[in-house]
């Protein structure tokens, strides 16, 4: 099969590589239905996480059920799937805490930019749908393996309620699905910093009912403006760097929360200038896996249509444009269609 391998940066290629096979016999091998790039994927891509040889690229996927190991009880060949960038047993201490992605056996599934994947701990992973989806919801589904269930865990992290007061740092696809979260959790007012007018518009159309173009503290200035000189109850951080990291601390009125989802680069944070916010922070790779069967249910009910995020759709063979679009920031986030 040909799939998505990065060689460098700038550099990735579609070509042959190896068809996946059941090596564990708790594994499942998945016919991608619909698959994307990721903003995380983007890091690789620049050169800012080395890549150390040619590595099978995407960790996104939803599809059908191809074949399944001699060890798996519940998924069965020709059901449709959707699981999270980490496998998880679901039966271990953290699993049963929510805390999918810190797993005991948690292993990373790579490769997932191709049409078929290899799905390790399978049962403890994939989450069915109640029928095969029509391919309308194909973009939806596929946005719950990872950017939707990262925004919303953002959300959930940073403790959103009914009546709340929202800020969101960044204006990525996750950002965007965070405000989606936040709506969706009864987020009275939801404060959006974009200075793109294309994400501003999508962002309101999740929901957002301000938007600031300000950054660092003079964005911090306008959210104190917004809300009475207090900041907002709850801040979802969804960059990763140290600048929007101070500022979803610094939105975020004492007693407040941050949920952190940004992968943090280069984010240092003085204990003293902490200690004196008086905010909660919570945050990590998202335990995706818990969100999944709420959100399958939400989409398949028309309830949300997260796959709105996706501004560009290209075939799997140019998924080099679907990196280049994103990286330029020409697209918020590429869906490829294998
Ligand atoms: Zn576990």
């Known amino acids: 099969m040909r799939g998505a391998i990065l060689y460098g940066p700038y550099d990735v290629r579609f070509e ?5 096979t059941i090596i564990e016999p708790t594994d499942a091998i998945v016919s991608i239905a619909a698959t994307c790039v990721c903003g995380s994927d983007l890091w690789p891509y620049r050169g800012i996480n080395p890549v150390a040889e040619p590595t099978p ?7 059908i059920v191809e074949a399944v190991g001699s060890a798996v009880r519940t998924i069965k060949p020709g059901q449709f799937v959707i699981g999270s960038f980490f496998a998880s047993d679901n039966t271990c201490p953290n699993c049963q805490d929510g805390y999918q992605s810190s797993c005991q056996r948690r292993e990373f599934v790579g490769g997932a930019q191709a049409p078929l994947l290899r799905v390790p701990l399978a049962d403890g992973t994939l989450v069915t749908t109640p029928e095969v989806p029509s391919d309308d919801l194909l973009p939806s589904l596929l946005t719950l393996s990872d950017v939707m269930g990262t925004g919303w865990f953002a959300a959930s992290a940073a403790n959103v309620e009914r009546g709340a007061t929202v800020a969101v740092v960044g204006d990525g696809a996750v950002g965007l699905l965070g405000v989606l979260a936040a709506r969706q959790m009864g987020a009275e007012r939801i ?7 294309s994400r501003q518009r999508l962002a309101r159309e999740f929901g ?3 938007i600031v173009t ?15 000189g207090i900041g907002a109850d709850s801040v979802l951080e969804c960059v990763g760097t140290q600048e929007s990291m101070m500022q979803a601390i610094h939105s975020t009125r004492p007693g407040g929360s941050v949920g952190f989802v940004g992968v943090p680069h280069g984010v240092e944070l003085s204990g003293e200038g902490l200690f004196s916010t008086q905010v909660r922070l919570h945050g990590g790779p998202a335990p995706v896996r818990r969100f999944l069967p709420e959100l399958i249910d939400l989409v398949c009910d028309g309830k ?6 996706f501004d560009l759709t290209l075939p799997l063979d140019q998924v080099p444009e679907g990196y280049r679009a994103m990286d330029e920031r020409r697209a918020i986030k590429s869906l490829l269609w294998p």
């Open 191 to 197: 404060i959006v910093m974009s200075r793109h007018e």
């Open 16 to 20: 042959e590589r190896d068809e996946p």
């Open 57 to 63: 690229m995407g960790h996104e996927y939803c599809g």
């Open 208 to 210: 957002a009912t301000d």
């Open 304 to 309: 949300i249509n997260p796959g709105k995020v």
């Open 214 to 228: 300000e950054r660092g503290e003079e964005g911090v200035a306008r959210i104190k403006d917004l809300t009475d």
